[in-house]
T-cell receptor, first 117, second 116 residues
Framework: AQSVAQPEDQVNVAEGNPLTVKCTYSVSGNPYLFWYVQYPNRGLQFLLK??????LVKGSYGFEAEFNKSQTSFHLKKPSALVSDSALYFCAVRDLRGGGSQGNLIFGKGTKLSVKP | ETGVTQTPRHLVMGMTNKKSLKCEQH?????MYWYKQSAKKPLELMFV???????ENNSVPSRFSPECPNSSHLFLHLHTLQPEDSALYLCASSQDRQPWNTGELFFGEGSRLTVL
């Protein structure tokens, strides 16, 4: 089955500290992985993606994610958190099954990141 | 500004009303999507249109009726909704939906629907 899991409903971090938001995936074949962010009362915004190549992917707003094939993980990281990073973060994988669902994104349930001053 | 505009941003309707949500994308994309976002639930893909043709309907109740008159516009027509249909409805677009395309989705800011 094609799926993503975000094991934490909420992550709390102090401003200036490093942050990690976890994501694991289950796909057959090579995964296409994405991170999106949703600020309050807004739509989702693309942060970064992994398709192939370097396992460390850099994205918007200083975020990066590390693809780990052996652990089937794609954790989102940032060296120094900002209060303005507080938002809902979604991991997603492209559905590579055949049929009508092919190519669509499968989203995790989201992780709420709270950065305190 | 993501290039995907949704109207209205907020909508309150009774169970017997008929209303529509509108989405317009200015990105030249050829695939458009409707997602439903409810509290404490994963994003649910409702409909997918590629080149104005509906290619997927994820078992959505018939009280939701999509329309895609051209590649830039997408509507979601609503009638005889239930209170549990209250949610944030998100529109998105992408360049292509084929599996080999690596393009990401571009989302609108959503339409917050409340059904009384």
């Amino acid at each position: 089955a094609q799926s993503v899991a975000q094991p934490e409903d909420q992550v709390n971090v102090a401003e200036g500290n490093p942050l990690t938001v976890k994501c694991t995936y289950s796909v057959s074949g090579n995964p296409y992985l994405f991170w999106y962010v949703q600020y309050p009362n807004r739509g989702l915004q693309f942060l970064l993606k992994y398709i192939t190549g370097d396992n460390l992917v850099k994205g918007s707003y200083g975020f990066e994610a590390e693809f780990n094939k052996s652990q089937t993980s794609f954790h989102l990281k940032k060296p120094s958190a900002l209060v303005s990073d507080s938002a809902l973060y979604f991991c997603a994988v492209r559905d590579l099954r055949g049929g009508g669902s092919q190519g669509n994104l499968i989203f995790g349930k989201g992780t709420k990141l709270s950065v305190k001053p | 500004e993501t290039g995907v505009t949704q109207t209205p941003r907020h909508l309150v309707m009774g169970m017997t009303n008929k209303k529509s949500l509108k989405c317009e994308q200015h990105l030249g994309h050829n695939a458009m999507y409707w997602y439903k976002q409810s509290a404490k639930k994963p994003l649910e893909l409702m409909f997918v249109y590629s080149l104005e043709e509906r290619v997927e309907n994820n078992s959505v109740p018939s009280r939701f009726s999509p329309e895609c008159p051209n590649s830039s516009h997408l509507f979601l027509h609503l009638h005889t909704l239930q209170p549990e249909d209250s949610a944030l409805y998100l529109c998105a677009s992408s360049q292509d939906r084929q599996p080999w395309n690596t393009g990401e989705l571009f989302f609108g800011e959503g339409s917050r629907l409340t059904v009384l």
